[in-house]
């Protein structure tokens, strides 16, 4: 079955410079969001699209931003890069029109992207 | 306020015990209940979800967990501990009132002992 795909995988850029992160998601589903875990830490939301819309907005800095296309894949935009953004990033996507199927599926996530910073 | 409490950063078993990864919520309304885990470098796979069906939800690997509304806990166990079982756990919630996005406990380590 298809699953989230991210890319790319790994991504290591310098302070300062921007790191562009993709998101398709399962065929159908029309919600996505985005999470950032960092080392040792629990994933935490940054931002969410439904129908091409911000859907829900949690801790995203505002050198990053995130738009969702009329495909229904998401790209995760990040400017003036830091040592600090050094993260995992996950994607997810859900089928949102339902509440009760979206628990249903319980989120299917990504891979993620692993960006680190130097 | 809404909130998801994992007791324990770390557990540590022997392989063949019991497993037993504690996940409490306080709000006044049970939410959808969820239980993940990422093993070193990987993804998060779901375990096994509740969504107000059945109280004993049986999840992948031979974990299950009860979601108890009394204690609003939602606990995550194993009969047997096995050396693959070593991952970090993560309780997660969706509240009524959100937005629906998923929110995540703070998560717990699991080390098996041989």
């Not at chain 2, 209940?33 to 004993?56: D, I, M, R």
Request: some cysteine.
């Amino acid at each position: 079955a298809a699953g989230v795909i991210q890319s790319p995988r790994h991504l290591i850029k310098e302070k300062r410079e921007t790191a562009t992160l993709k998101c398709y998601p399962i065929p159908r589903h029309d919600t996505v969001y985005w999470y950032q875990q960092g080392p040792g830490q629990d994933p935490q939301f940054l931002i969410s699209f439904y129908e091409k819309m911000q859907s829900d907005k949690g801790s995203i800095p505002d050198r990053f931003s995130a738009q969702q296309f009329s495909d229904y894949h998401s790209e995760l935009n990040m400017s003036s890069l830091e040592l600090g953004d050094s993260a995992l990033y996950f994607c997810a996507s859900s089928l949102s029109r339902d509440r009760g199927l979206q628990a249903n599926y319980g989120y299917t996530f990504g891979s993620g992207t692993r960006l680190t910073v130097v | 306020a809404q909130s998801v409490t994992q007791l324990g950063s770390h557990v540590s078993v022997s392989e063949g015990a019991l497993v037993l990864l504690r996940c409490n919520y306080s709000s006044s309304v049970p939410p959808y209940l969820f239980w993940y885990v990422q093993y070193p470098n990987q993804g998060l796979q779901l375990l096994l979800k509740y969504t107000s069906a059945a109280t004993l939800v049986k999840g992948i690997n031979g974990f299950e967990a009860e979601f108890k509304k009394s204690e609003t806990s939602f606990h995550l166990t194993k009969p047997s501990a096995h050396m693959s079982d070593a991952a970090e756990y993560f309780c997660a919630v969706i509240w009524y009132s959100s937005a629906s996005k998923i929110i995540f406990g703070s998560g717990t380590r699991l080390s098996i002992r041989p």
